[in-house]
């Protein structure tokens, strides 16, 4: 139901936007969010988006770096990331949730997600 698409391979400074698509039901009202997931660590949050209330939180590592979109029309979240690092490289995962009430400092825990799309991967070179 969650699509991930428009990672690669880019060189350091350079920029990559990522899309996420959600088919079969609308997530418009609910969070969404991007995580990030490196070999042998476990999956981290990059950047939530609380839905109806338009309310984001920024990993302290990509703030003023990325930024979090949303399409209602399109039922489409976007990751623009700009002035990429070899530490952003990773896969991107983009997550939805149908629950409502979740308070923000939970949106940034995997358990806090119900839907799932493949991941995107992403590589910054140095």
């Known amino acids: 139901q969650l699509q991930a698409s428009g990672g690669g391979l880019v060189q350091a400074g350079g920029s990559l936007r990522l899309s996420c698509a959600a088919s079969g039901r609308t997530f418009n009202n609910y969070p969404m969010g991007w995580f990030r997931q490196v070999p042998g660590k476990e999956r981290e949050s990059v950047v939530v988006h609380r839905g109806s209330s338009g309310g984001t939180s920024y990993a302290n590592s990509v703030k003023g770096r990325f930024t979090i979109s949303r399409d209602t029309a399109k039922n489409t979240v976007y990751l623009q990331m700009n002035s990429l690092k070899p530490e952003d490289t990773g896969v991107y995962y983009c997550?939805?949730?149908?629950?409502?009430?979740?308070?923000?400092?939970?949106?940034?825990?995997?358990?806090?997600?119900?839907?799932w799309g493949r991941g995107t991967l992403v590589t910054v070179s140095s």
């Open positions: 997550a939805a949730t149908a629950r409502r009430g979740i308070i923000t400092s939970e949106l940034s825990r995997t358990t806090s997600y119900d839907y």
